[in-house]
């Protein structure tokens, strides 16, 4: 399956098990997505239990070291489980199995969200970050961080003012890390290199949908991995938020669904947003 034309997203109806059997080999720039959570979402998805999520998952994410082009990147929005009292631990099994699959796990993103919903539980605090894997299938992979980066902060004003000569040179931990800093280096710089904590807010208004990407999410990937043209794959589509960021960028994008109210909302968006043609592909009964 190829995109036939410019930022035009294909949405995909059907189980992505199936259908990424459809892609070709090493098409896809960037695949980003939020898959169901281990017995989240059982309303709309059915859930999956933790003891069986790896198994589950795996032949999806073979598929997907498939279609994923060597230069690529696969970035994984996923949550460990509470269960019997204690975290599950299917995300870190998950993560040994994807690497023995041949996966190289080449760093992980937390995102702290700003509003988590408050709460009282008798053995813990309430949930406010999220991680999301960054996956590679080679060490080289592209890589945009300029896209990404961030004001200096007013720090600099002050800071930067009256350097002293060990501000100049690289200066050594003085905890005996190794590590070291050249202070100066700051100077007239008015953007710096982001941390791989992203500080974002979770969407609050109903969006006809359990569980929603802020906008901001994938676009902060989208800009760090791809350039305009490149393709954005999201195999668990849902309210459709990766492929609309992706279009607005313009980038091409393929969404695949299972259910086809959420195919149904993600069209409504996209036409109400663009009013264009849209690819759909319907699974055929």
Known sequence: MNIKDKFIPQIILGDCSDKLQELDDNSVDLIITSPPYADSRKKTYGG??????????????????????????????IK????????????????????????????????HKKNSYPGKWPNRFRDSWERLLQFNKSKKFKM????????VGKWAKSRLQNLSEVDKIRDNSKVGSGFGKNISNWVNRDKVYPTNVLHLATECNNKNHSAVFPETLPEWFIKLFTKEND???????????????????????????????????????????????????????
């Open 48 to 77: 999956i239990h933790p003891d069986k999520y790896v198994k589950w998952f795996l032949p999806i994410s073979a598929e997907l070291l498939r279609v994923l082009k060597v230069d690529g990147t696969f970035i994984l929005n």
């Open 80 to 111: 460990e489980r509470v269960n019997n009292g204690e975290r599950h631990t299917y995300v870190l099994e998950l993560i040994l199995e994807m690497k023995k699959q041949g996966w190289l796990w080449t760093e992980q993103f937390i995102w």
């Open 144 to 151: 945009y961080q300029e896209e990404v980066m961030v004001p």
């Open 231 to 285: 393709i954005v794959l999201d195999p668990f589509l849902g309210s459709g938020t990766t492929i609309l960021v992706a279009q607005r960028l313009k980038r091409n994008s393929i969404g695949i669904e299972i259910l086809p109210e959420y195919c149904e909302i993600v069209i409504s968006k996209l036409e109400k947003n663009k009013k264009t043609q849209l690819e759909i592909n319907y699974e055929e009964d």
